[in-house]
């Protein structure tokens, strides 16, 4: 996509934040404290927010809720072995309704075109190296509903590749060849 915007001569910002989680709250926090006004803007946030996690990572989309004032409830998810051996309780934050709507109410206040990328949808009959929990797989139909349900209240535009044959090698990561999958879906949308 940056290659593409290159060869445009189209002026763009990366954002990507490797060491924390970025989730709705974080994407809040960047557009409304940031001097600079977008266009458009495209982003794969929703993903991280509902998938299973350990408590300790909870904690930071806990705190981001917080400050974003998002509101949510802890909803327990599964015992799961960890690599280690050990078993931990996983969990997720679920975003109530109301916050729902203030989300988008707020995203609207931005005044850019935003599209929102969803996540491919992954058969739990899928193995992989890093084995992923029983509700991982359902847990990224209800990031794509959320990310649907934003969208539609924000006015933004879906980029639905749920369905696509897009593949992972860990559940999360794309391939170099999907990624350029998901590229030829993304480009259709920008009407660019």
């Known amino acids: 996509l940056m290659k593409y915007f290159d060869e445009l001569n189209l002026s763009y910002l990366v954002i990507s934040r490797p060491l924390n989680l970025t989730i709705t709250a974080t994407l809040l926090s960047f557009l409304e404290n940031s001097i600079f006004k977008f266009e458009r803007i495209i982003t794969n946030v929703g993903f991280v927010d509902t998938t299973p996690k350990k408590k300790d990572t909870l904690n930071d989309i806990r705190c981001q809720f917080n400050d974003s004032n998002i509101g949510y409830k802890y909803q327990v998810l599964e015992n799961f072995k960890l690599s280690n051996g050990l078993v931990e309780e996983l969990g997720t934050l679920c975003i109530d309704d109301y916050s729902i709507n203030n989300i988008a109410a707020r995203l609207k206040k931005i005044n850019s075109t935003i599209y929102f990328i969803n996540t491919p949808e992954i058969s739990k009959n899928n193995t992989f ?20 349900k934003i969208s539609n209240k924000c006015n933004g535009k879906l ?9 992972t090698f860990d559940g999360v990561h794309f391939t170099d060849l999907d990624h350029k999958i998901c590229f030829r879906e993304i480009i259709p949308f920008l009407s660019i």
């Open 159 to 167: 980029i639905n590749i749920s369905s696509t044959r897009i593949k």
């Open 129 to 148: 190296k890093r084995q992923r929990p029983k509700s991982f797989f359902e847990q990224i139909n209800k990031s794509n509903h959320l990310i649907k």
